[in-house]
Each structure stands twice: as C-alpha cells, then as structure tokens.
C-alpha cells in the first residue's frame, strides 16, 4: 500500500487578503525601484499604484497624439462640395484656408474677394505673380502656353482657354457631356462640344445641324 502523499489545498474562493501578483506580471507593471510601495495608506497595494502610474501614461500619450494632429501641416489641397455638387461630375481641387475647414474653389483664388477668414486666397505671396505663384494643383495649362485657366475651369462645357483645348483632347483629357448637356458641334465660340439643355428649343441656333431645336429636349 503506498503512503499517502502531502496535498495542498488551493481556495478557489475570492479572499479579502491581497494576493501577490504572478512575478512576471508584477515585474512587468512594478519595475524595480520605480513604483512606490504606497506606504502604510490603507487598502493600497503597489499594484493598485502601478496600475494608476500606467492609467496616466496611456492618458497622456493619447492627448500627445491629439495635440499632433491638430498641429500638422496644412493639406496641400482640397475638394471644394459647392464644385462636387454644382459645375462638375468629377473631383475637382481647391485651395484650404488656414482654419482647415473652408475650402476655396480654385477660381475663387486671387479673385480680389477674401473667401477665407484671414484673407489667405488673397495674400500677396500667393497672387504676385500669376499663375506662377499659385500651386500648381490649382492652375491648367491650355495647349498655347502664353494661356492658362483655374484647375476648376477644366471640363467645365466652356471654352475658357479660347480654343477648347480645356475641353478637348488628351491635354484635358474630359468625360462625355452630363446629362445636363446637349452633344453637338456648337455654333457659338463660348461652347465647345456640348451645349447646356436649357439652351435646347429656344428657337435661337446653337448646332451645326440646327439638333439643339429639333431634337434635343430640355
């Protein structure tokens, strides 16, 4: 018969006296000689301290993190909602003032009216020398190259750079007309190759073959 060994009983129930830490958790909240032991404070332990000294690192890593962000350097460019949603189907850029919140349509840089708060899409830096003063996210260079438009002015239905080369061919490189225009060999210089719907029956001649009167339809 063997002899009976020596078992220890291990309390699986919750006790009102500290536990210590397993020693590679403790260690790896409590490194030697940095965590105060809490002195003789009633119901404080050094881990409760440590704890606390970890909650406030990660606190104050967080507001280092926002502080960073709300300090980094200003965007380059930006997309304007009053172009997305009214003059172009695609994304056009713009110029973000210094609150980077307002976004200016690129014409409505250097156009002698402040759009930003401080007057920033107006300041002598960015408007002394047109158009090489501006950024080039903002400027189209039509194929003459004394002639040049706003980025915005591009695929626009006008004919801006005079020749339509803001429109037409890969330099542009524009979609097909909306559906808010009439495709057709207009008649008249400021139209390229579409003319607007609204223009379509009102018994004035604005295609080659007169289909802005018979068959397109407002």
Known sequence: MQSPQNITLVS???????????????????????????????????RHFCISVLVLLVLAAAV??????????????????????????NNQTGFLCDDRVTCVPASWVC???????????EQEQLCGDLPHSLPGFLVFHCSNPKSWVYA??????????????????????????????WSCSPVHYEFCSCIPRRLCRDGVQHCLGWSDEFLCTP
């Open 111 to 121: 156009d002698r009216v402040s759009n930003c708060r401080n007057g920033e899409d």
């Open 152 to 181: 915005d002015q591009r695929c626009n239905g006008m004919n801006d750079c005079g020749d339509c080369s803001d429109e037409l061919g890969s330099l542009a490189a524009c979609p097909p007309c909306g559906w808010q225009w």
């Open 64 to 89: 280092a993190v926002g502080v960073a962000l709300a300090l980094r350097p200003r965007a380059p460019g930006c997309t304007p909602r009053v172009i997305l949603v009214i003059l172009a189907p």
């Open 12 to 46: 699986l129930l919750p006790s009102d006296t500290p536990q210590p830490l397993p020693r590679p958790l403790t260690s790896l909240l409590c490194p030697p000689g940095r965590c105060h032991p809490c002195g003789a404070h009633a119901g404080c332990t050094r």
